[in-house]
């Protein structure tokens, strides 16, 4: 097994993502690449420790060069201080969605059940139920792949979550009620893929990114009716949202009914989070 200092390994990941990324972002995507395969500090790199290289080290190097994402050539990434395992069949976690997790647990009562809707890697279900042990929590997803790694994920941090494979323009033939739903669906327009990065075009999965231009709150109205259904009394409905229709998905949750309906900024003060209620009556 080769080893080299880890200066020298920033080094290398810088210049062989150099195409892709501005500079200062290269060596960024680098220092984390160090943190997630060796848990090197940047102390750890000013002290110049070695690192023995994987014997597929210069494979993964390519697959960098190449422009696929960090996460998915490392196999995971942190979201909410824990780590997930991720694959090119899940979206990678963005840090907007913590705090859609900071946005249930701000609502969802003690011992509350809570079903996530679209789980992907499970890092809204599994972070949920690890930090407030007292959440009965479930996760649905549609892609069989990505279940598979959401178990993983909650095998490995040893948080009791329960996976359902199941459709959410499905769902009559599910059982369940619950005090919040929460989901972060499919938003992104297919004109916005003119706006987006190739490492995010050309390795995430388009299954869980894009809608319609046509159609593009077709996620929100089956939610939308799903949750006013299964929702308790009172409960409330949490969502991730396209900053660009803020508005529309406020009026649309009106127009089906919910009682009371919030739209919130994320840290980049973007229209990207929604909090709906269920009528108390």
Same mark, same amino acid.
């Given at each position: 097994?080769?080893?080299?200092?880890?200066?020298?390994?920033?080094?290398?990941?810088?210049?062989?993502?150099?195409?892709?990324?501005?500079?200062?972002?290269?060596?960024?995507?680098?220092?984390?690449?160090?943190?997630?395969?060796?848990?090197?500090?940047?102390?750890?790199?000013?002290?110049?420790?070695?690192?023995?290289?994987?014997?597929?080290?210069?494979?993964?190097?390519?697959?960098?060069?190449?422009?696929?994402?960090?996460?998915?050539?490392?196999?995971?990434?942190?979201?909410?201080?824990?780590?997930?395992?991720?694959?090119? =069949?899940t979206l990678i976690?963005?840090?907007?969605?913590?705090?859609?997790?900071?946005?249930?647990?701000?609502?969802?009562?003690?011992?509350?059940?809570?079903?996530?809707?679209?789980? /992907?890697?499970?890092?809204?279900?599994?972070?949920l139920k690890l930090?407030?042990? %007292?959440?009965?929590?479930?996760?649905?997803?549609? %892609?069989?792949?990505?279940?598979?790694?959401?178990?993983?994920?909650?095998?490995?941090?040893?948080?009791?979550?329960?996976?359902k494979q199941q =459709?959410?323009? =499905?769902?009559?033939?599910?059982? /369940?009620?619950?005090?919040?739903?929460?989901?972060?669906?499919?938003?992104?327009?297919?004109?916005?893929?003119?706006?987006?990065?190739?490492?995010?075009?050309?390795?995430?999965?388009?299954?869980?990114?894009?809608?319609?231009?046509?159609?593009?709150?077709?996620?929100?109205?089956?939610?939308? =009716?799903?949750?006013?259904?299964?929702?308790?009394?009172?409960?409330?409905?949490?969502?991730?949202?396209?900053?660009?229709? /803020?508005?529309?998905?406020?009026?649309?949750?009106?127009?089906?009914?919910?009682?009371?309906?919030?739209?919130?900024?994320?840290?980049?003060?973007?229209?990207?989070?929604?909090?709906?209620?269920?009528?108390?009556?």
């Amino acid at each position: 097994m080769k080893s080299i200092a880890s200066p020298i390994l920033i080094q290398q990941i810088t210049e062989a993502i150099s195409t892709h990324y501005q500079p200062s972002e290269a060596r960024a995507i680098a220092f984390r690449c160090l943190d997630l395969g060796w848990n090197l500090s940047s102390m750890d790199i000013i002290l110049k420790k070695e690192v023995d290289l994987p014997a597929d080290w210069s494979s993964r190097l390519a697959r960098l060069a190449a422009g696929e994402p960090l996460q998915y050539v490392m196999g995971k990434t942190y979201f909410r201080d824990h780590l997930f395992f991720v694959s090119a =069949d899940t979206l990678i976690p963005r840090p907007e969605t913590e705090e859609l997790v900071d946005l249930v647990l701000s609502h969802a009562p003690e011992n509350a059940s809570v079903l996530d809707v679209g789980t /992907g890697s499970g890092c809204i279900p599994i972070s949920l139920k690890l930090e407030r042990t %007292s959440l009965v929590v479930e996760a649905w997803d549609i %892609s069989t792949a990505a279940l598979g790694m959401a178990r993983q994920n909650a095998n490995a941090l040893q948080a009791e979550v329960e996976f359902k494979q199941q =459709d959410i323009f =499905d769902w009559s033939s599910s059982e /369940g009620t619950w005090e919040v739903i929460v989901s972060n669906p499919p938003y992104v327009t297919e004109e916005e893929k003119k706006e987006m990065a190739n490492h995010v075009l050309d390795y995430e999965p388009h299954l869980a990114l894009f809608v319609p231009n046509d159609d593009a709150l077709k996620y929100y109205e089956a939610l939308a =009716d799903f949750a006013l259904e299964r929702l308790r009394t009172a409960g409330y409905l949490c969502l991730e949202i396209n900053q660009y229709f /803020g508005t529309q998905t406020v009026e649309l949750l009106f127009s089906k009914g919910f009682q009371e309906v919030k739209l919130l900024k994320d840290f980049k003060g973007n229209d990207r989070m929604i909090v709906a209620q269920k009528s108390g009556l």
